[in-house]
């Protein structure tokens, strides 16, 4: 069965060119000369973490806060809010703007959702990422530059996935994601060398089509 690749979005982006000191201590800033604050909402929240992460390779910026919006980009608080909050910091707007523009071309080529029966919205994310930046090296517990299979999909999919997945690949489990999640979906972020992460991506994505097509098979 054909997969069919589902795009995010972008939905607002913002600078602010000096942050309050107040508001820089609850972010958890850790550079005192990381003064400027680049602010993006994206309408598919595990593309958007990916994204960030890659900013973290093409500008010398910070991931400070990164959240997903309860119940999904369905069911929004407001037209531009969409699924999650990414907020960069940097020395100057420059940086991060250098970051957000990083942040667009991850998502436009590389990181996004599938759909097996669009109808149904059987979504997932079967996403390996060859290198990981300093945002996913910590969300992980993984040395910067590892190689890291992100897999996400709806509770069943998610689970009965990463148990194949981990089955057909010498990978490790680095962080698990029970459902429901904030969107309630589950998965698990499994570390390995990159051709045992492919693999595992690969097992996971066999899985969710056939739940898909075969939910009640035992």
């Not at 609850?26 to 400027?36: K, L, P």
């Not at 093409?58 to 309860?70: C, G, L, N, R, T």
């Not at 071309?105 to 290198?131: G, I």
Request: net charge negative; aromatic share 8%; glycine share 6%.
């Amino acid at each position: 069965m054909d997969i069919t690749p589902l795009k995010p979005k972008i939905l607002s982006r913002q600078v602010i060119h000096q942050i309050t000191p107040a508001l820089a201590k609850q972010y958890g800033i850790r550079h005192a000369h990381h003064v400027s604050l680049g602010l993006v909402t994206c309408d598919m929240d595990d593309a958007l973490f990916v994204a960030l992460d890659e900013a973290t390779k093409q500008s010398p910026i910070d991931v400070v806060y990164a959240k997903s919006f309860y119940a999904g980009s369905s069911h929004a608080s407001g037209p531009f809010s969409g699924e999650a909050i990414g907020i960069i910091s940097g020395r100057d707007p420059s940086e991060v703007a250098d970051g957000l523009s990083a942040i667009e071309t991850s998502l436009e080529k590389d990181a996004w959702f599938y759909t097996v029966m669009p109808e149904q919205k059987v979504n997932f994310f079967p996403h390996v990422v060859a290198s990981v930046g300093n945002y996913l090296s910590k969300v992980a517990d993984v040395p910067v530059g590892s190689a890291l299979a992100y897999l996400i999909a709806c509770p069943m999919e998610a689970m009965v996935g990463i148990d194949a997945a981990m089955k057909a690949a010498s990978v490790d489990l680095a962080k698990f994601y029970g459902p429901p999640t904030e969107t309630n979906f589950g998965g698990a972020l499994l570390s390995g060398s990159l051709r045992d992460c492919e693999h595992a991506a690969q097992a996971f994505t066999d899985t969710v089509i056939r739940i898909a097509t075969e939910p009640l098979r035992v």
